[in-house]
């Protein structure tokens, strides 16, 4: 059973900073992507930034130059910091991983989502 554990979200005020953490665990042979994306109420889910094995990142327009992407392979874990927040940043964050197990079959798993909000 695979397991993507988020943490790090929570109440920040405008200009803050956030640092974001999703682990994986279970059977897992090789994660290809990782990655945030956000769905603020009454909105579609949106990508936030994406990154690769071998460490290629995408970034909404919207976040570039203040969010950055990181990826500790060994550990199955991919981190979001996140600066110069702004109150439209306020949504809910969810995690992604697209992998394979050692069956070779491939996953586009979800975590639960964790709320960020930017207030004063």
């Known amino acids: 059973q695979v397991q993507l554990v988020e943490s790090g979200g929570g109440l920040v005020q405008p200009g803050g900073s956030l640092r974001l953490s999703c682990a994986a665990s279970?059977?897992?042979?090789?994660?290809?992507?990782m990655g945030w994306y956000r769905q603020a109420p009454g909105q579609q889910r949106e990508l936030v930034t994406t990154i690769t094995n071998t460490g290629s990142t995408n970034y909404a327009d919207s976040v570039k130059g203040r969010f950055t992407i990181s990826r500790d392979n060994g550990k199955k874990t991919v981190y979001l910091q996140m600066n110069s927040l702004k109150p439209e940043d306020t949504a809910v964050y969810y995690c992604n991983a697209r992998f394979s197990d050692y069956s070779g079959k491939n996953y586009d798993y979800w975590g639960q989502g964790m709320q960020v909000t930017v207030s004063s």
């Open positions: 279970g059977s897992i042979f090789r994660i290809y992507v």
